[in-house]
């Protein structure tokens, strides 16, 4: 893949999360401003936060890629990170992180940024890469983000993956409004794009007419694996899990079907 087909990915799935943003915000921002008020509001799973505890959170600088509109940043502070950056490619997301950080008094810090043009001045800055639900797939090109995040931590430093199975790509959505039945429905070897034009609004659930394309990829295990493999990221951690992080596979969970929906990942840099 080129830089050019680099760029026309992630900059029209910029303009469609530019879009849809403030349908997010009018669904939600009302909410989560009062529950963030709250001192040390967390908002991350039992599972998740296990595992952070586990590896060492507290008084660790801590960078968020895809940070969207920053509450899981801004949780991980509240759990006892020291220096806090996010990053995310729609300019409303890191407006509505930013402003909610401040309201809060919850100190983060975040920057606009395509993950694959962040600066080098935050290089060796962070103690841990922290990357959650749904970051992944908007990524054309795995083995050069993991080489972008590498070079954020410090020598020792840790990247934490919490991030929807790829199995999960494989089944219907709830949205699809029919019984569980577990019926494969995707490849699970998918080398192009899913392409959509039809909105993005899975926080409020309204419809619109969206001017936007959006693309997602639906990478292997093996891709991600061998992303981290070939930046010289060593595996300390990895677990499967039944939880739905992607608000997409509800229905399967509460089935009890016993199918991957989640992981947890976490690799170092030994520098």
């Known amino acids: 893949m080129t830089y050019s087909d680099l760029k026309r990915y992630t900059e029209s799935n910029r303009l469609a999360w530019n879009e849809v ?5 009018r669904a939600a921002s009302e909410t989560l401003d009062k529950l963030f008020f709250q001192a040390g509001y967390v908002r991350l799973d039992d599972k998740e936060i296990g595992m952070l505890q586990q590896v ?10 895809c940070c969207n509109n920053g509450t899981e940043l801004m949780s991980l502070k509240n759990l006892g990170a020291a220096d806090c950056v996010g990053f995310d490619i729609s300019d409303q997301a890191i407006q509505e992180a930013s402003q909610r950080a401040a309201r809060s008094r919850i100190n983060c810090q975040f920057v606009r940024s395509d993950v694959y043009e962040i600066d080098r001045a935050f290089n060796n800055r962070f103690d841990i890469v922290y990357i959650s639900a749904g970051c992944l797939g908007w990524l054309p090109d795995l083995e050069l983000f993991f080489e972008k995040a590498s070079a954020l931590l410090r020598q020792g430093g840790l990247i934490f993956i919490h991030e929807i199975h790829p199995l999960a790509e494989m089944l ?21 794009p899913y392409i959509d034009q039809g909105g993005l609004d899975y926080v409020g659930h309204s419809e619109y007419i969206s001017t936007t394309t959006q693309y ?36 399967v969970e509460e089935a009890k079907a016993g199918i991957p929906l989640s992981y947890i990942l976490v690799g170092r840099n030994p520098g």
Do not use: C
Not at 173 to 189: A, C, G, M, S
Not at 221 to 248: A, C, P, Q, R, V
């Open 216 to 251: 997602w990829f639906a990478h292997t295990l093996s891709d991600i694996l061998m992303g981290l493999i070939k930046n010289h990221l060593l595996i300390e951690h990895f677990s499967e899990h039944e939880t739905d992080i992607s608000s997409g596979h509800r229905q």
């Open 21 to 25: 943003m403030p349908l997010h915000q």
């Open 56 to 65: 060492g959170l507290k008084g660790k600088n801590v960078v968020h890629l």
């Open 172 to 192: 219907p959505f709830d949205d699809d409004k029919q019984p569980v039945n577990l019926r494969i429905v995707e490849p699970y070897f998918k080398t192009e």
